[in-house]
């Protein structure tokens, strides 16, 4: 117990250096440079003159990407058996009007009277708080407090509300223009499907609607066995009132993301005491209005205190926290916050986002929701299709059962055409415990049931009661979805990855994970001799052979200035070819963090390489085995 309060006042003494809004050592002009001109990430149709919130990512970025997708699958598709599909990015419009898209799906924005310029009102609000307190040193703490509870709140307020703030602001636009009220903006591209124009879509804004609707064929995919997960790896489109901080908010992104169908009443998880002392940084809803620090816990006493709703939600939440230490983002700079009453669904059990810490702030990259059975209860009441589930009992049970027996000839009589629809309605009750239950005392109390729009009256059915005996439980599953934003993720995981060293104020190195690295060995030659070549080209085959990506580097620089280019993209180790080499088949390995360089056979080099990008041996083991070498300039 001593071991574990040190590690979680440890834990959040690193927390508290990292809750200033920005690193005062992080160099954005250096790193903003070594982005563009290594080319991990430049503006799309650049020499058009571009177009905000749309960017390509370069041969590096996109290497790191499907390096950073291709651990997220190992983690998360593989570990869990999840069943992985891929949904189409067009969607019909009945789906989202379904889903609450169409009508929900939106930010609040002010337009500027004058230009016409819109903006959204929730930044606005922030980026006023922010101005207010840095030109006023003499604020009192309490009315900083108040203001920064605003802010945390600020995509939480009503449109009432929202402008009653910029009221008292006085909040204005550019040159002090006048700007409209708050108003709701529908965050979706719509488009037409077909050429006659008639049928609307939209390009999805989550990858999840396409895995609910799926639903009833995963169940049976999955042998009827519950519960289950399925993730999906694809874009998103939002068309964002104002895009900025670069990856941070974009109109077209990469989301994975995860539905786990549980039965509502059991959501344990069978692996959850692999998790349960993963100490976490949990921005709960009570600090959050409160002290506005954090929690510092384990996983476990969080689920057993109450803060995390459950089991399988604390489990994903955990094996994020786990999926970003292994792909390289700093566990320091990271952290989970509860979402607001305010903020939640009105079916939401809880949500948290996990969110990075950034040049930018605090940045959500990653949200965890319990939605409980919403998504396919609406579904299904939409499209008359069952997405029930069921569970064998451990032991039959003998139960009562109530049926609703219609007297067709009267209600035939009575509601004529109408009759199908009534009987329809009948039908659907009579499947419903619940809804038969209420059902069932509404008549006996009132003499009547208003059912789909028409009276039901007590002698147009009657209540049958029998026992039998119950061998399987039916429900409507609950979901929870962790969904990732991978282009957050890598934006973030590119600064947490940036590093200038101290002894060398010029040079930039990305220190990148050498899992998730793009080019995991670059092979130098010496000097320029035509004798090293074929060695050069031998090693970079036999890395290529062995599913490592790598890079020759063979130009006339100097092999300094070349290992400081590879440090740039963040290639975690090289391989030089020597004189040496050609007397005794071994050359020069170096690591790239630690500049420490080793001496290795060259049928050594692919296993090696493999085994430290895997994490089945580390450079400490290497440097036991192999000798050490002075550092080459």
Known sequence: HVDELGELRARLAELQKSQSPADDNFDQQAFNDVIIERMFIIPSFEIHGGVKGLFDLGPPCCALKANVLETW??????????????????????VLQTSGHVEKFTDQMVKDQETGECKRADHML?????????????????????LLLIQRQADAFSLDEMHALFQR??????????????????????????????????????????????FKRLLNFNGKQMPFAAAQIGLGFRNEIAPRGGLLRVREFCMAEIEHFVNPNKKSHPKFESVANKTMVLFDQTTQLGTGRPLVMTMGEAVEKGTVNNETLGYFMARTQLFMEKIGINPARLRFRQHLQTEMAHYAADCWDCEIHTSYGWVECVGHADRACYDLMVHAEATGTSMEASERLPEPVEIDVVTVEPNRKLVGKTFKKDQKTVLAALEKVSKDEDALGHFEKTMEAAGSVELEGFTVTKDMVSFKKEKKMKHEEKFLPSVIEPSFGMGRILYA??????????????????????NVAPV??????????????????????SLTAAGMSNKTDTSGQSIGKRYARTDEVGTPYGVTVDFDTL???TVTLRERDSQSQLRVP?????????????????WNDAGAKYPAVERQA
């Open 520 to 541: 995991k060995c670059a092979v130098f030659n010496l000097q320029s001799n035509g004798d090293f070549m074929p060695v050069v080209r031998q090693i970079a085959a």
């Open 169 to 214: 602001f006085g909040i204005k636009g550019e040159d002090g223009h006048e700007l409209s009220k708050p108003f709701d903006f529908n965050l979706m591209f719509e488009t037409k499907i077909g050429p006659e124009g008639t049928s609307i879509g939209y390009l999805r804004p989550e990858t999840a609607q396409g895995l609910f609707v799926n």
């Open 602 to 618: 060259i049928a050594d080099v692919p296993a090696l390489i493999t085994g430290l990008v895997k994490g089945w041996t580390t």
């Open 583 to 585: 007397k005794d088949s």
């Open 73 to 94: 699958r190992q983690h998360f598709i593989l570990e869990e058996n999840m069943l992985e599909m891929e949904c189409t990015n067009l969607t019909p419009k009945a």
């Open 126 to 146: 922030e980026d006023f708080i922010d101005d207010l307190i840095e030109k006023t040193p003499n604020m009192s703490s309490e009315e900083k407090d108040e």
């Open 493 to 514: 995981l590119l600064e947490h990855s940036f590093y200038v060293p101290e002894d060398n104020k010029e040079a930039v190195v990305m220190r990148f994970s050498p």
